[in-house]
């Protein structure tokens, strides 16, 4: 049976382009599907250039969802979430 989990992250610092790309990484590996969610718009996070321009329009303070969709969603999510986020 399917799962939904989703978690808020706060934006504490900008994000690079070795974190999209671990994300991306990370995302691959899941047996979920993973992804961010912010002011209506939700993308994939197995595409590094859709992570990479949704990183683009963060800034610090800022919030975002983590969603991952799947039979296994909740102990992806525990992998996913960065380590300074509640689980």
């Known amino acids: 049976m399917k799962q939904i989990c989703s978690q808020k992250v706060l934006v504490t610092a900008k994000y690079t382009v070795s974190k999209a790309i671990e994300i991306m990484h990370?995302?691959?590996?899941l047996?979920?599907?993973l992804f961010l969610s912010k002011?209506?718009?939700t993308i994939q996070a197995t595409g590094l250039s859709q992570l990479v321009a949704f990183f683009l329009t963060l800034k610090e303070?800022?919030?975002?969802?983590y969603i991952v969709e799947g039979a296994d969603a909740e102990s992806a999510m525990?992998?996913?979430?960065?380590p300074e986020?509640?689980?």
């Open 26 to 29: 990370s995302a691959k590996r």
């Open 31 to 33: 047996n979920s599907q």
């Open 85 to 87: 986020q509640p689980s």
């Open 39 to 41: 002011d209506g718009i």
């Open 78 to 82: 525990s992998l996913i979430l960065p």
């Open 61 to 65: 303070g800022d919030s975002f969802l």
